[in-house]
């Protein structure tokens, strides 16, 4: 008999209301478990790659380079220097002798190029092992150059996607503060923790300038250097995808001593409360903020919500799972999908935390199942247990409720549907109706009556 | 002639583990392991699914900073009980990364060490192949695979039978189905190796297999040794001896060689030492297929006449597809490969000296910044290749013909059909519609008729 649930991941898995609240969880992989994380190279590599005018440069042998081609739906207003895939593709006599002389070489041709506005220099696990000094080829090709060159000391075994997080947020840290914050208005936040994805930060900072705040930096979707380096300008930080960008927000605090709000921009109450938060942290500055706030939120609302319970209709009732990389997605869904009559029965991330995990357990319902760094047979197993009829995942997932004809949404990097704002809600509860009301599901086998009928024949036989 | 630069943009290769992990989802039960960091078997899964749509099981012994320093046996060898323990896993492939290269770890030793620990088990076969990531492409790690399977899973010639091993490359899974019809219509029993034609483009599941159906028996491999010959498709591998090689060392079997099946002249040349095996002449469905292709080549031909053509990809595909392009009356003006490669130059050369009157710019060891460069130049009227070339046929505002493997743009990349006569004739209705379809697009009134 096979093992789905591993012995050593089971005090990953948690069902809520069958024992008390207790879950592990940030801990490495499980060598042979095909966990469906990534590593600390990815994790920094998704939180710069949309600073669209910075060269991203991978240290490294080609592949960390080749499978984050233009890898994220990351969009940007101008230059689109982030989308090219640029290595020192590591060969063995560099393995033998050192990287460091093609290092220097590439960054001095790539930089005269494409004359970007900084550069970003990513580790991997070969550059840990082989001991290359790459912050001091960063130093001398910035002296040079004239530009900031940061190393991003992503080397991939070094812990999971959370490490490379911080290793983004400290290679970031050093730019700020380096810009001048002149004409800054008082009014003004950065956007931190959000990739514009199909232009999902233009949809919050349309939001933020109708009710009169100035955005200075958007980090990092359709970022930019210059932003960044005067983003320590701004009133208040807004950290969405905690996990990738609260590093920042905290080193931000204790230098400049900006202050910082936890925000979402999914779902319906999430995104309002979102901006009352920026709205209160305005008031004493501009009291009629409050005012125009309660207004926009009154003005998309009344244009979503009959729009929503129209697709309510379908949707009453139906049974969600999801595997998300951080748990902010997660909270906010929990919350869409109950606007839409339907139920979260099984939700999981690949890096939460015991605090991410308990705020899960408190607002899910009894019998959800909730777990850490899930693998694709355990995901299996959850979704007949559960017979979910959607998941929410990335493309890793995908193929997992397919072949067991479930219906899904790309909540994923690469997707070209805005799921953030009040419009993101409706797109979200588009894309889930759309995948739910197909047609096709009545022919899977898993559902089909064919199969029902044999089954049942079998049954009366037996 | 392009500069050369010392870093890579936009590369058009992968690397060596994919190859690896690519070849071990061809084996009925097995699963591909990657000894290394975790985010290596994740991005390669992410990669290859957006192309198959399939799920794509690759363990990871998902070594941190502990097994960098002190080695990665432990993990490695936990790693293959816990997928012994979720997986009905009649073969486990083990590929090692730049990571355990580069640390040394003796995978052969450990898997010895494995096998010995825990012989009161049943085992699944344990092969591995050393696959730096920094050393060679995809292919390389494609080649090297097979020829580990081929050395280490073929013990002992066995017992004589009439099979014919084919060792058919990196093709799509329509490819492969095709070659295995082919095989029994021409009544030529093939154990192709690898075998992704249902592994990586399945069935709908009533349940959740935790292995896909499909891929070469680990019997059938075991029994390569004892066959007629094998077939190799391609100039496999470069500098080693491939798993034909080893197989006609070890065990006499005779090794042949073909370029890989692509177009009419290839195909041919593939149909004719498919005969020397064959219980009877061309299938008649090869035969039809041969005569439709002809026909439409005729009816086809002025379209095309002289477009100018560049093509990029995996070494062996490029020149098939170039030696079908340049039969077909199409101009490859810059032919170029990620790979490093010496043969590459003399094969594309071969292939096009008989149909084409110039020769084009021909690159190894190129990236798509390369190819671009050299594009600017050449004034090209449509790529052919994977669909990484998308960039450059939007700024070039050409058509790109999608062909291979990694097809991230498109749905259906993996019932792409490349190879044999129907395979040449699909891919022949796609050129010159795409030719038709441009000259369509910008007529100023367009038309109804061509």
Redesign the interface.
């Given at each position: 008999m096979?093992?789905?649930i591993?012995d050593e991941r089971k005090s990953q898995v948690h069902r809520i209301g069958e024992e008390p609240f207790a879950m592990a969880c940030d801990r490495?992989?499980?060598?042979?478990?095909?966990?469906?994380?990534?590593?600390?190279?990815?994790g920094s590599r998704v939180v710069l790659y949309p600073i669209a005018d910075a060269l991203h440069?991978v240290h490294?042998?080609?592949?960390?380079?080749?499978?984050?081609?233009?890898i994220r739906g990351a969009i940007s207003s101008g230059p689109q220097l982030h989308r090219?895939?640029?290595?020192?593709?590591?060969?063995?006599m560099?393995?033998i002798f050192g990287g460091e002389k093609?290092l220097e070489?590439?960054l001095r041709?790539?930089i005269q190029l494409h004359a970007p506005k900084a550069a970003f220099v990513y580790s991997?696990?070969?550059v840990?092992?082989?001991g290359d000094d790459m912050e001091a080829v960063c130093r001398r090709v910035a002296t040079d150059t004239g530009i900031p060159v940061l190393p991003v000391m992503s080397e991939?075994?070094?812990?999971?996607k959370r490490e490379g997080y911080t290793a983004a947020c400290k290679a970031m840290f050093q730019l700020v503060g380096t810009g001048d914050t002149a004409g800054i208005s008082p009014m003004s936040v950065n956007i931190l923790g959000d990739f514009n994805l199909a232009g999902e930060t233009w949809i919050v900072r349309e939001y933020f300038r109708r009710m009169g705040v100035e955005v200075v930096a958007n980090i990092t979707g359709d970022g930019r250097v210059d932003d960044i380096r005067r983003c320590h300008g701004a009133a208040l930080n807004l950290v969405q995808c905690s996990g990738a960008t609260m590093e920042l927000a905290k080193m931000m605090q204790a230098e400049y001593g900006t202050p910082f709000q936890r925000v979402s921009y999914l779902g319906v109450e999430d995104m309002a409360d979102s901006l009352y938060k920026v709205a209160d942290f305005f008031a004493d500055k501009d009291p009629s903020i409050k005012a125009r706030t309660v207004e926009l939120v009154r003005a998309e609302l009344s244009e979503l919500m009959p729009k929503l319970a129209e697709l309510r209709k379908d949707l009453e009732g139906k049974k969600v799972a999801m595997y998300v990389g951080g748990s902010f997605k997660a909270f906010s869904l929990i919350k869409a999908f109950r606007h839409l009559g339907m139920r979260v029965v099984v939700v999981g991330s690949q890096t939460g935390t015991e605090e991410d995990y308990k705020e899960l357990a408190e607002i899910s319902d009894p019998g959800t199942i909730i777990v850490d760094d899930a693998?694709?047979?355990e995901l299996?197993?959850f979704?007949?247990e559960k017979d979910v009829d959607v998941f929410v995942g990335?493309?890793?997932e995908?193929?997992?409720a397919?072949?067991?004809?479930v219906g899904f949404c790309d909540h994923n990097h690469e997707r070209k549907i805005a799921l953030e704002g009040f419009v993101g809600m409706y797109n979200f509860a588009r894309e889930i109706h759309a995948s739910v009301m197909s047609p096709v599901w009545r022919f899977?086998?898993?559902r089909s009556p064919v199969?029902a009928a044999c089954a049942a024949k079998e049954a009366v036989n037996g | 002639m392009a500069e050369n630069?010392?870093?890579?943009?936009?590369?058009c290769?992968?690397?060596t583990?994919?190859g690896a992990a690519l070849v071990f989802k061809g084996i009925e039960n097995a699963v591909p392991?990657l000894h290394?960091?975790?985010?290596?078997?994740?991005?390669?899964?992410?990669?290859i699914?957006?192309h198959y749509?399939?799920?794509?099981?690759?363990?990871?012994?998902?070594?941190?900073?502990k097994?960098?320093v002190y080695g990665g046996g432990p993990?490695?060898k936990?790693?293959?009980?816990?997928?012994m323990?979720?997986?009905?896993v009649s073969l486990v492939g083990v590929a090692t990364?730049?990571?355990t290269e580069?640390?040394g770890d003796d995978v052969g030793r450990y898997l010895n060490e494995f096998r010995e620990e825990f012989s009161d088990l049943s085992l699944p076969e344990l092969v591995h192949v050393s696959t730096?990531?920094?050393?060679g492409?995809h292919m390389e790690g494609w080649h090297a695979a097979v020829r580990s399977l081929a050395d280490q899973v073929v013990r002992e010639k066995g017992k004589a039978h009439d099979g014919v091993n084919l060792l058919p490359g990196f093709l799509s899974p329509a490819d492969y189905r095709f070659l295995k019809a082919l095989g029994q219509r021409a009544g030529v029993r093939f154990t192709m190796l690898p075998d992704l034609s249902e592994t990586m483009d399945?069935v709908?599941?009533?349940?959740?297999?935790?292995l896909p159906d499909g891929g070469t028996p680990v019997a059938e491999i075991r029994a390569m040794g004892g066959a007629a010959g094998t077939v190799e498709f391609g100039m496999s591998g470069g500098l080693f001896e491939s798993a034909a090689g080893v197989l006609e060392r070890k065990f006499g079997v005779p090794a042949r060689r073909t370029t890989m099946p692509i177009g009419l002249r290839a195909t041919d040349q593939f149909m004719d030492v498919l005969a020397e095996f064959a219980s009877c002449d061309m299938p008649a469905k090869d035969a039809f297929d041969r005569g439709r292709l002809l026909d439409a080549m005729v009816d086809g031909h002025k379209y095309i006449f002289g477009k100018r053509a560049v093509v990029y990809g995996e070494e062996d595909f490029v020149v098939a597809l170039c030696s079908f392009l340049g039969e077909i009356g199409i101009q490859p003006v810059l032919v170029a490969t990620g790979a490093k490669s010496d043969r590459f130059r003399t094969a594309v050369t071969a292939a096009l000296a008989e149909v084409c009157q110039t020769m084009p710019v021909i690159r190894d060891d190129a990236d798509f910044k390369d190819i671009e460069d050299e594009a600017a130049e050449l004034n090209p009227d449509l790529l052919v290749g994977h669909s990484?070339g998308y960039?450059l046929a939007r700024a070039r505002n050409i058509p790109l013909i999608r062909v291979g493997f990694p097809i991230h743009d498109r749905f259906g990349g993996q019932r792409i059909l490349h190879v044999g006569y129907e395979g040449a004739l699909a891919l022949y209705d796609k050129l010159v519609n795409a030719v038709l379809e441009k000259s369509q697009d910008e007529c100023p009134v367009g038309y109804g008729y061509l």
């Open positions: 096979n093992q789905t591993l490495p992989s499980l060598a042979g478990a095909v966990s469906q994380r990534a590593c600390v190279f990815c440069l490294g042998p080609i592949g960390c380079a080749t499978y984050t081609w233009d090219l895939s640029f290595s020192t593709d590591l060969q063995e560099d393995v093609k070489a590439s041709e790539l991997t696990c070969i840990g092992l082989i991939g075994f070094k812990g999971n693998n694709p047979l299996a197993q979704i007949k990335g493309v890793k995908r193929p997992i397919y072949k067991l004809g899977m086998p898993r199969r | 630069y010392v870093s890579t943009t936009n590369a290769k992968m690397c583990p994919m392991f290394g960091s975790q985010g290596c078997a994740t991005y390669m899964r992410r990669y699914i957006s749509r399939e799920p794509v099981d690759i363990a990871s012994s998902a070594l941190g900073e097994s960098a993990n490695l936990k790693g293959i009980l816990n997928v323990r979720k997986y009905d990364t730049c990571l580069t640390i730096p990531s920094y050393s492409t399945g709908i599941w009533d349940d959740y297999h935790s990484k960039k």
